[in-house]
């Protein structure tokens, strides 16, 4: 069963620019705000696996990532921060509610934070094997709407659209580092 909600939305926006702007050709903001309504939606479908459990996405982001690529030793802030999907400057603090919570601790260091290992702690991990499932059945029935043929050209495409997103913003830090 598809919904209209967004095919209607989508129709008043062209019908009111067509009507304010008449030569003016919307579709490429109309794609952006679909991508958008789209990511929100994923996000709140992702969310009904961990947000019960008390943990918002970054913190879900950082506990996969420690269960899958942490040896046992764990990794380095600057490791976890390269390997995560959720990105962004607030990784200590992210880290921090995990800690607090004993999903992770932080060991080593002593006063050089270069040498401080993340980890996740048997509380940690028994939370990511218990939920891990769940999530995998949730992202499986997300995608269930698309064949299997169109969730990969959807992932090349997401892909090919991300990486120019990824250039772009090099090539504007480039510039504003030299101005």
């Known amino acids: ?13 062209q019908e009111d620019w067509a009507r304010v702007r008449p030569g003016l050709d919307p579709a490429p ?3 952006v705000v679909l991508l958008g309504r789209l990511n929100a939606a994923l996000g709140r479908q992702l969310e009904r696996t961990y947000l019960p459990s008390g943990i918002n996405a970054a913190g879900w982001d950082l506990l996969l990532t420690l269960y899958r690529s942490a040896p046992p030793e764990g990794l380095t802030p600057t490791q976890l921060s390269e390997l ?5 400057p607030s990784m200590t603090n992210r880290v921090g509610r995990l800690v607090e919570r004993g999903l992770a601790e932080r060991r080593g260091g002593g006063g050089d934070r270069r ?14 094997e218990r939920l891990l499932p769940q999530h995998l059945a949730n992202t499986a029935r997300i995608l269930s709407a698309l064949g299997p043929g169109e969730t990969e050209t959807l ?12 250039v772009q913003a090099g090539g504007e830090q480039d510039e504003s ?3």
């Open 1 to 13: 069963m598809t919904s209209s909600l967004t095919p209607d939305f989508l129709n008043r926006l």
């Open 29 to 31: 903001m109309l794609t």
């Open 84 to 88: 995560a999907a959720i990105t962004g």
């Open 115 to 128: 040498s401080v290992r993340i980890r996740l702690t048997p509380e940690g991990r028994a939370l990511v």
């Open 155 to 166: 992932r090349q495409l997401a892909g090919q659209l991300l990486g120019a997103l990824e």
């Open 177 to 179: 580092a030299a101005g």
